[in-house]
Protein backbone atom coordinates (compact mmCIF):
# COMPACT_ATOMS: atom_id res chain seq x y z
CA UNK A 1 0.00 0.00 0.00
CA UNK A 2 1.02 3.91 -0.59
CA UNK A 3 1.31 5.78 2.49
CA UNK A 4 1.71 9.67 2.15
CA UNK A 5 2.42 11.66 4.91
CA UNK A 6 2.33 15.63 5.23
CA UNK A 7 3.41 18.88 7.70
CA UNK A 8 5.13 17.81 10.68
CA UNK A 9 4.09 13.91 10.48
CA UNK A 10 6.00 13.93 6.76
CA UNK A 11 8.91 15.68 8.91
CA UNK A 12 9.05 13.76 11.70
CA UNK A 13 9.04 10.30 9.25
CA UNK A 14 11.05 12.02 6.77
CA UNK A 15 9.40 10.77 3.58
CA UNK A 16 6.82 12.27 1.62
CA UNK A 17 5.08 9.02 0.88
CA UNK A 18 6.37 5.24 0.90
CA UNK A 19 4.99 1.79 -0.48
CA UNK A 20 5.30 -0.48 2.54
CA UNK A 21 3.82 -3.84 2.42
CA UNK A 22 2.31 -4.75 6.38
CA UNK A 23 1.84 -7.67 7.65
CA UNK A 24 -1.57 -9.97 6.68
CA UNK A 25 -2.78 -9.45 10.69
CA UNK A 26 -2.54 -5.74 10.13
CA UNK A 27 -6.20 -5.27 9.10
CA UNK A 28 -7.22 -1.22 10.30
CA UNK A 29 -5.56 1.95 10.05
CA UNK A 30 -5.45 1.46 14.51
CA UNK A 31 -3.24 -1.51 13.43
CA UNK A 32 -1.25 0.04 11.11
CA UNK A 33 -0.60 2.73 13.35
CA UNK A 34 0.99 0.55 15.72
CA UNK A 35 3.08 -1.24 13.19
CA UNK A 36 4.61 1.91 11.92
CA UNK A 37 5.48 3.25 15.20
CA UNK A 38 7.26 -0.10 15.87
CA UNK A 39 9.72 0.67 12.75
CA UNK A 40 11.84 3.25 14.32
CA UNK A 41 11.72 6.41 16.19
CA UNK A 42 10.77 8.90 13.59
CA UNK A 43 7.37 7.23 13.35
CA UNK A 44 7.26 6.92 16.86
CA UNK A 45 7.58 10.57 17.54
CA UNK A 46 4.97 11.08 14.34
CA UNK A 47 2.28 8.87 15.99
CA UNK A 48 2.95 9.65 19.52
CA UNK A 49 -0.35 11.20 20.20
CA UNK A 50 -2.85 10.24 18.47
CA UNK A 51 -5.57 13.15 18.79
CA UNK A 52 -3.24 15.08 17.15
CA UNK A 53 -3.50 12.49 13.76
CA UNK A 54 -5.95 12.27 11.24
CA UNK A 55 -5.86 9.84 8.67
CA UNK A 56 -7.54 9.50 4.53
CA UNK A 57 -7.98 6.38 2.77
CA UNK A 58 -7.82 6.79 -0.98
CA UNK A 59 -8.00 10.66 -0.31
CA UNK A 60 -11.49 10.69 2.49
CA UNK A 61 -11.35 10.85 5.69
CA UNK A 62 -11.49 7.69 8.19
CA UNK A 63 -11.38 7.10 11.99
CA UNK A 64 -8.75 5.25 13.27
CA UNK A 65 -10.85 1.80 13.24
CA UNK A 66 -11.18 1.94 9.41
CA UNK A 67 -10.61 -1.41 7.30
CA UNK A 68 -7.24 -1.16 5.08
CA UNK A 69 -6.29 -3.01 1.86
CA UNK A 70 -3.36 -3.90 -0.12
CA UNK A 71 -4.09 -1.16 -2.66
CA UNK A 72 -4.99 1.70 -0.47
CA UNK A 73 -3.60 4.73 -0.57
CA UNK A 74 -3.39 5.83 3.03
CA UNK A 75 -2.51 9.27 4.52
CA UNK A 76 -1.35 10.30 7.79
CA UNK A 77 -1.29 14.42 9.09
CA UNK A 78 -2.00 16.67 11.44
CA UNK A 79 -5.20 18.65 11.87
CA UNK A 80 -5.84 20.86 8.91
CA UNK A 81 -5.37 24.52 8.45
CA UNK A 82 -7.01 25.71 5.18
CA UNK A 83 -8.59 28.73 4.11
CA UNK B 1 -19.56 26.11 -8.94
CA UNK B 2 -15.83 26.33 -9.55
CA UNK B 3 -12.95 25.21 -7.41
CA UNK B 4 -9.25 26.19 -8.52
CA UNK B 5 -5.66 24.77 -5.91
CA UNK B 6 -3.73 27.34 -7.54
CA UNK B 7 0.14 28.83 -6.87
CA UNK B 8 -0.72 31.99 -9.05
CA UNK B 9 -2.11 34.95 -7.49
CA UNK B 10 -5.88 35.78 -8.22
CA UNK B 11 -7.74 38.99 -9.44
CA UNK B 12 -10.67 39.39 -7.11
CA UNK B 13 -12.45 42.27 -9.34
CA UNK B 14 -12.04 39.80 -12.15
CA UNK B 15 -13.34 36.76 -10.46
CA UNK B 16 -16.24 38.32 -8.78
CA UNK B 17 -17.23 40.22 -11.97
CA UNK B 18 -17.63 36.91 -14.08
CA UNK B 19 -19.77 35.17 -11.18
CA UNK B 20 -22.09 38.24 -11.90
CA UNK B 21 -21.60 39.04 -15.64
CA UNK B 22 -24.78 38.81 -17.73
CA UNK B 23 -26.59 37.18 -14.81
CA UNK B 24 -29.93 38.50 -13.64
CA UNK B 25 -30.99 36.38 -10.76
CA UNK B 26 -28.26 37.25 -8.32
CA UNK B 27 -29.33 39.94 -5.51
CA UNK B 28 -26.10 39.11 -3.19
CA UNK B 29 -22.57 38.23 -3.51
CA UNK B 30 -20.57 37.75 -0.52
CA UNK B 31 -16.96 37.41 -0.83
CA UNK B 32 -14.12 35.98 1.62
CA UNK B 33 -10.14 36.81 0.92
CA UNK B 34 -8.22 35.48 3.44
CA UNK B 35 -4.74 37.06 3.55
CA UNK B 36 -1.02 36.57 5.05
CA UNK B 37 -0.83 38.21 8.55
CA UNK B 38 2.78 39.92 9.02
CA UNK B 39 2.10 39.05 13.06
CA UNK B 40 1.87 35.35 14.15
CA UNK B 41 1.06 36.10 17.93
CA UNK B 42 3.90 37.97 18.67
CA UNK B 43 6.22 37.36 16.02
CA UNK B 44 7.00 39.20 12.92
CA UNK B 45 6.74 36.35 9.98
CA UNK B 46 8.50 36.67 7.09
CA UNK B 47 6.63 33.88 4.95
CA UNK B 48 3.81 31.74 5.27
CA UNK B 49 4.47 28.16 3.09
CA UNK B 50 0.76 26.28 2.22
CA UNK B 51 1.32 22.69 2.05
CA UNK B 52 -1.87 20.11 0.55
CA UNK B 53 -2.32 16.83 -0.30
CA UNK B 54 -2.85 17.34 -4.28
CA UNK B 55 -5.17 14.33 -5.00
CA UNK B 56 -7.66 15.09 -2.48
CA UNK B 57 -7.68 18.98 -2.09
CA UNK B 58 -9.58 19.35 -4.95
CA UNK B 59 -12.49 16.61 -4.16
CA UNK B 60 -12.29 18.04 -0.40
CA UNK B 61 -13.27 21.05 -1.37
CA UNK B 62 -15.83 19.97 -3.97
CA UNK B 63 -17.82 17.88 -1.61
CA UNK B 64 -17.65 21.35 0.97
CA UNK B 65 -19.15 22.99 -1.80
CA UNK B 66 -22.01 20.78 -3.08
CA UNK B 67 -22.64 20.85 0.65
CA UNK B 68 -23.59 24.12 0.56
CA UNK B 69 -25.18 24.07 -2.82
CA UNK B 70 -27.49 21.76 -0.78
CA UNK B 71 -28.18 24.13 2.15
CA UNK B 72 -29.02 27.28 0.23
CA UNK B 73 -30.59 28.13 -2.86
CA UNK B 74 -27.15 29.10 -4.24
CA UNK B 75 -26.95 30.59 -7.97
CA UNK B 76 -22.97 30.24 -7.97
CA UNK B 77 -20.05 29.49 -5.50
CA UNK B 78 -16.39 29.73 -6.14
CA UNK B 79 -13.54 28.63 -4.28
CA UNK B 80 -9.63 29.70 -5.15
CA UNK B 81 -7.11 28.36 -3.04
CA UNK B 82 -3.14 29.03 -3.33
CA UNK B 83 -0.75 26.62 -1.85
CA UNK B 84 3.21 27.08 -1.56
CA UNK B 85 5.16 30.12 -0.20
CA UNK B 86 3.24 33.78 -0.06
CA UNK B 87 4.39 36.41 2.18
CA UNK B 88 3.17 39.07 4.32
CA UNK B 89 0.19 41.06 2.11
CA UNK B 90 -0.46 37.88 0.18
CA UNK B 91 -4.08 36.30 -0.88
CA UNK B 92 -4.64 33.08 0.08
CA UNK B 93 -7.83 32.23 -0.51
CA UNK B 94 -11.14 33.70 -1.95
CA UNK B 95 -14.59 32.19 -1.32
CA UNK B 96 -17.88 33.80 -3.06
CA UNK B 97 -21.38 32.62 -3.22
CA UNK B 98 -24.10 34.38 -4.67
CA UNK B 99 -28.25 33.97 -4.46
CA UNK B 100 -31.14 35.70 -5.55
CA UNK B 101 -31.33 36.54 -1.65
CA UNK B 102 -28.69 37.91 0.68
CA UNK B 103 -29.09 35.79 3.60
CA UNK B 104 -28.06 33.10 1.82
CA UNK B 105 -25.08 34.62 -0.02
CA UNK B 106 -23.70 35.69 4.06
CA UNK B 107 -24.34 32.30 5.33
CA UNK B 108 -22.72 29.89 2.30
CA UNK B 109 -19.91 31.72 2.12
CA UNK B 110 -18.84 32.03 5.92
CA UNK B 111 -19.76 28.32 5.97
CA UNK B 112 -17.66 27.79 2.80
CA UNK B 113 -14.72 29.30 5.18
CA UNK B 114 -15.48 27.68 8.30
CA UNK B 115 -14.98 24.33 6.81
CA UNK B 116 -12.49 25.02 4.79
CA UNK B 117 -10.55 25.90 7.63
CA UNK B 118 -11.03 22.49 9.82
CA UNK B 119 -11.47 20.01 6.53
CA UNK B 120 -9.52 20.66 3.54
CA UNK B 121 -6.24 19.02 3.54
CA UNK B 122 -3.89 22.25 3.43
CA UNK B 123 -1.22 23.11 6.62
CA UNK B 124 0.86 26.26 7.07
CA UNK B 125 4.09 26.84 7.78
CA UNK B 126 4.81 30.32 9.28
CA UNK B 127 8.76 31.14 8.73
CA UNK B 128 10.01 34.06 10.72
CA UNK B 129 13.65 35.19 11.80
CA UNK B 130 13.77 32.69 14.33
CA UNK B 131 12.79 29.74 12.40
CA UNK B 132 9.58 27.88 11.15
CA UNK B 133 6.41 26.66 12.98
CA UNK B 134 3.46 24.97 11.57
CA UNK B 135 0.25 26.38 12.51
CA UNK B 136 -2.19 24.76 14.92
CA UNK B 137 -5.57 24.78 13.82
CA UNK B 138 -7.67 27.69 16.46
CA UNK B 139 -10.19 26.34 18.86
CA UNK B 140 -12.46 28.70 17.34
CA UNK B 141 -12.08 27.54 14.14
CA UNK B 142 -13.72 23.74 15.53
CA UNK B 143 -16.40 26.30 17.08
CA UNK B 144 -16.78 27.82 13.82
CA UNK B 145 -17.24 25.04 11.72
CA UNK B 146 -19.25 22.98 14.48
CA UNK B 147 -22.00 25.66 13.98
CA UNK B 148 -22.94 23.97 10.75
CA UNK B 149 -22.68 20.34 11.92
CA UNK C 1 -13.31 54.06 6.97
CA UNK C 2 -15.32 55.62 3.95
CA UNK C 3 -18.75 55.89 2.89
CA UNK C 4 -19.42 56.92 -0.32
CA UNK C 5 -23.24 57.68 -2.19
CA UNK C 6 -23.27 57.93 -5.79
CA UNK C 7 -24.61 57.76 -9.30
CA UNK C 8 -21.79 56.11 -11.02
CA UNK C 9 -20.89 52.34 -11.03
CA UNK C 10 -18.03 51.15 -9.31
CA UNK C 11 -15.18 48.43 -9.65
CA UNK C 12 -15.20 45.44 -7.01
CA UNK C 13 -11.56 44.58 -7.22
CA UNK C 14 -10.24 48.31 -7.22
CA UNK C 15 -12.20 49.28 -4.33
CA UNK C 16 -11.11 45.88 -2.18
CA UNK C 17 -7.47 45.99 -3.78
CA UNK C 18 -7.24 49.39 -2.42
CA UNK C 19 -8.21 48.44 1.06
CA UNK C 20 -5.64 45.69 1.33
CA UNK C 21 -2.69 47.02 -0.53
CA UNK C 22 0.25 47.36 1.54
CA UNK C 23 -1.62 46.36 4.78
CA UNK C 24 0.13 43.59 6.25
CA UNK C 25 -2.67 42.96 9.44
CA UNK C 26 -5.32 42.42 7.59
CA UNK C 27 -6.23 38.53 7.74
CA UNK C 28 -9.74 38.70 6.07
CA UNK C 29 -11.58 40.85 4.48
CA UNK C 30 -15.66 40.25 3.69
CA UNK C 31 -17.73 41.67 0.68
CA UNK C 32 -20.83 42.34 -0.11
CA UNK C 33 -22.59 43.17 -3.41
CA UNK C 34 -25.89 43.66 -3.89
CA UNK C 35 -27.38 44.05 -7.42
CA UNK C 36 -30.57 44.62 -9.01
CA UNK C 37 -32.38 41.37 -9.75
CA UNK C 38 -34.50 40.89 -12.96
CA UNK C 39 -37.35 39.41 -11.10
CA UNK C 40 -39.52 40.98 -8.20
CA UNK C 41 -42.02 38.19 -7.31
CA UNK C 42 -43.61 36.99 -10.13
CA UNK C 43 -42.82 40.27 -12.32
CA UNK C 44 -40.01 41.17 -15.08
CA UNK C 45 -38.86 44.38 -13.75
CA UNK C 46 -36.93 46.94 -16.54
CA UNK C 47 -35.50 49.10 -13.76
CA UNK C 48 -35.15 50.49 -10.81
CA UNK C 49 -34.93 53.47 -9.44
CA UNK C 50 -33.39 54.32 -6.22
CA UNK C 51 -34.20 57.65 -4.49
CA UNK C 52 -32.18 58.72 -0.90
CA UNK C 53 -32.54 61.58 1.02
CA UNK C 54 -29.53 63.38 0.11
CA UNK C 55 -28.36 65.42 3.34
CA UNK C 56 -28.79 62.74 5.77
CA UNK C 57 -27.68 59.61 3.36
CA UNK C 58 -23.94 59.66 3.89
CA UNK C 59 -24.62 60.91 7.85
CA UNK C 60 -26.61 57.86 8.53
CA UNK C 61 -24.83 55.44 6.91
CA UNK C 62 -21.41 57.00 8.63
CA UNK C 63 -23.29 56.35 11.95
CA UNK C 64 -24.18 52.27 11.10
CA UNK C 65 -19.94 52.64 10.00
CA UNK C 66 -19.27 54.10 13.33
CA UNK C 67 -21.10 51.27 15.01
CA UNK C 68 -19.71 48.68 13.34
CA UNK C 69 -16.06 49.95 14.30
CA UNK C 70 -17.23 49.95 17.54
CA UNK C 71 -18.29 46.36 18.17
CA UNK C 72 -15.57 44.59 16.13
CA UNK C 73 -12.02 44.91 15.49
CA UNK C 74 -11.48 46.41 11.82
CA UNK C 75 -8.63 47.69 10.31
CA UNK C 76 -11.14 48.61 7.49
CA UNK C 77 -14.75 49.57 6.07
CA UNK C 78 -16.06 50.55 3.16
CA UNK C 79 -19.51 51.33 1.62
CA UNK C 80 -20.53 52.83 -1.75
CA UNK C 81 -23.93 52.65 -2.58
CA UNK C 82 -25.55 53.68 -5.89
CA UNK C 83 -28.68 55.97 -6.30
CA UNK C 84 -30.73 56.46 -9.50
CA UNK C 85 -31.81 54.39 -12.21
CA UNK C 86 -30.59 51.01 -12.61
CA UNK C 87 -31.47 48.35 -14.86
CA UNK C 88 -31.43 44.73 -14.22
CA UNK C 89 -27.59 43.12 -13.53
CA UNK C 90 -26.49 46.34 -11.79
CA UNK C 91 -24.59 46.79 -9.44
CA UNK C 92 -26.49 48.37 -6.23
CA UNK C 93 -24.21 48.71 -3.08
CA UNK C 94 -20.72 47.39 -1.83
CA UNK C 95 -19.96 46.94 1.43
CA UNK C 96 -16.59 45.77 2.84
CA UNK C 97 -15.11 45.14 6.32
CA UNK C 98 -11.41 43.86 6.92
CA UNK C 99 -10.26 42.73 10.08
CA UNK C 100 -7.16 40.40 11.53
CA UNK C 101 -9.50 37.49 12.23
CA UNK C 102 -12.11 36.91 9.86
CA UNK C 103 -15.13 36.29 12.29
CA UNK C 104 -14.87 40.06 12.92
CA UNK C 105 -14.65 40.82 8.77
CA UNK C 106 -17.93 38.43 8.39
CA UNK C 107 -19.68 39.41 11.04
CA UNK C 108 -19.44 43.09 10.60
CA UNK C 109 -20.07 42.87 7.24
CA UNK C 110 -23.31 41.53 7.81
CA UNK C 111 -24.48 44.41 10.41
CA UNK C 112 -23.50 46.62 8.22
CA UNK C 113 -25.64 45.50 4.77
CA UNK C 114 -28.69 44.36 7.69
CA UNK C 115 -28.47 47.94 9.01
CA UNK C 116 -27.95 49.52 5.78
CA UNK C 117 -31.20 48.02 4.59
CA UNK C 118 -33.53 49.30 7.70
CA UNK C 119 -31.97 52.40 8.44
CA UNK C 120 -30.54 53.64 4.94
CA UNK C 121 -32.47 56.39 3.61
CA UNK C 122 -32.96 55.01 0.24
CA UNK C 123 -36.26 53.51 -1.73
CA UNK C 124 -36.34 51.94 -4.50
CA UNK C 125 -39.00 51.96 -6.88
CA UNK C 126 -39.32 48.82 -8.99
CA UNK C 127 -40.20 49.47 -12.98
CA UNK C 128 -41.82 47.36 -15.24
CA UNK C 129 -44.03 47.13 -18.55
CA UNK C 130 -47.28 46.87 -15.84
CA UNK C 131 -45.97 49.98 -14.22
CA UNK C 132 -44.12 51.04 -11.58
CA UNK C 133 -44.10 50.02 -7.37
CA UNK C 134 -42.21 51.25 -4.29
CA UNK C 135 -40.72 48.12 -2.98
CA UNK C 136 -42.08 47.25 0.62
CA UNK C 137 -39.45 46.73 3.22
CA UNK C 138 -39.55 43.15 3.64
CA UNK C 139 -40.17 41.17 7.52
CA UNK C 140 -36.94 39.16 7.16
CA UNK C 141 -35.16 42.52 6.73
CA UNK C 142 -36.20 43.82 10.40
CA UNK C 143 -35.50 40.53 11.87
CA UNK C 144 -32.21 40.77 10.36
CA UNK C 145 -31.12 43.93 11.13
CA UNK C 146 -32.83 42.90 15.19
CA UNK C 147 -30.54 40.30 15.67
CA UNK C 148 -27.63 43.28 16.27
CA UNK C 149 -30.30 45.09 18.53
CA UNK D 1 -39.88 74.76 9.13
CA UNK D 2 -39.36 73.03 6.36
CA UNK D 3 -40.77 69.70 4.88
CA UNK D 4 -39.17 67.18 3.19
CA UNK D 5 -41.30 64.20 1.47
CA UNK D 6 -39.69 61.25 -0.08
CA UNK D 7 -41.00 58.09 -1.84
CA UNK D 8 -44.84 57.64 -2.03
CA UNK D 9 -45.14 60.31 0.90
CA UNK D 10 -43.71 62.44 -2.00
CA UNK D 11 -45.90 61.32 -5.07
CA UNK D 12 -49.17 61.80 -2.19
CA UNK D 13 -48.29 65.26 -1.59
CA UNK D 14 -47.08 65.92 -4.80
CA UNK D 15 -44.15 67.92 -3.98
CA UNK D 16 -40.25 67.66 -2.84
CA UNK D 17 -40.05 70.19 -0.32
CA UNK D 18 -41.81 73.09 1.12
CA UNK D 19 -41.56 76.01 3.50
CA UNK D 20 -44.74 76.06 6.11
CA UNK D 21 -45.42 77.75 9.31
CA UNK D 22 -47.68 75.90 11.25
CA UNK D 23 -49.58 77.74 13.68
CA UNK D 24 -47.92 77.93 17.77
CA UNK D 25 -49.72 75.82 18.93
CA UNK D 26 -48.58 73.05 16.97
CA UNK D 27 -45.33 71.65 18.81
CA UNK D 28 -44.43 67.94 18.24
CA UNK D 29 -44.08 65.99 15.32
CA UNK D 30 -47.62 64.22 15.86
CA UNK D 31 -49.51 67.80 15.91
CA UNK D 32 -47.77 68.61 12.52
CA UNK D 33 -48.65 65.38 10.99
CA UNK D 34 -52.52 66.32 12.19
CA UNK D 35 -52.44 69.68 10.93
CA UNK D 36 -50.74 68.64 7.34
CA UNK D 37 -53.35 65.75 7.07
CA UNK D 38 -56.19 68.41 7.57
CA UNK D 39 -54.33 70.54 4.73
CA UNK D 40 -56.18 68.44 1.91
CA UNK D 41 -56.61 65.20 0.31
CA UNK D 42 -52.74 64.36 -0.71
CA UNK D 43 -51.49 64.87 2.84
CA UNK D 44 -54.10 62.97 4.41
CA UNK D 45 -53.50 59.99 2.17
CA UNK D 46 -49.79 60.30 2.89
CA UNK D 47 -50.92 59.88 6.42
CA UNK D 48 -53.49 57.80 6.58
CA UNK D 49 -51.52 54.96 8.38
CA UNK D 50 -48.72 56.34 10.49
CA UNK D 51 -47.62 52.95 10.97
CA UNK D 52 -45.89 53.18 7.22
CA UNK D 53 -44.32 56.59 8.09
CA UNK D 54 -41.05 57.11 9.15
CA UNK D 55 -39.72 61.07 10.72
CA UNK D 56 -36.62 62.45 10.59
CA UNK D 57 -35.71 66.32 12.21
CA UNK D 58 -32.96 67.84 10.62
CA UNK D 59 -31.58 63.85 9.27
CA UNK D 60 -31.81 62.21 12.48
CA UNK D 61 -34.62 59.31 12.68
CA UNK D 62 -37.38 60.92 15.75
CA UNK D 63 -40.20 59.52 17.04
CA UNK D 64 -44.09 61.33 16.88
CA UNK D 65 -43.59 62.76 19.83
CA UNK D 66 -40.42 64.64 19.23
CA UNK D 67 -40.86 68.23 19.83
CA UNK D 68 -40.36 70.88 16.40
CA UNK D 69 -38.64 74.18 16.01
CA UNK D 70 -39.04 76.79 13.70
CA UNK D 71 -35.73 76.20 11.73
CA UNK D 72 -36.27 72.79 11.51
CA UNK D 73 -35.80 70.68 7.99
CA UNK D 74 -39.01 68.03 8.93
CA UNK D 75 -38.80 64.60 6.66
CA UNK D 76 -41.82 62.14 5.89
CA UNK D 77 -41.22 58.97 4.33
CA UNK D 78 -41.96 55.42 4.25
CA UNK D 79 -39.49 52.53 5.30
CA UNK D 80 -36.52 52.53 4.23
CA UNK D 81 -35.51 49.56 1.78
CA UNK D 82 -31.28 50.63 1.35
CA UNK D 83 -28.75 48.20 0.31
Given amino acids: MKLVYFSWVREKIGTTDEELNPPNHINTVSDLINWLASRGDGYASAFADLSSIRIAINQKYVKEDATIRADDEIAFFPPVTGG | ?149
Fill in chain 2, 1 to 149: MAVRIQLENFQIGAELNAITNGRHNIGGLCSFVGLVREMAGNENITSMTLEHYPSMTEKAIMEIEAEAQNRWPLEATLIIHRYGKLKPGDQIVLVAAASSHREAAFKACNFLIDWLKTKAPFWKLEESFKGSRWVNPRGTDDEAAARWD
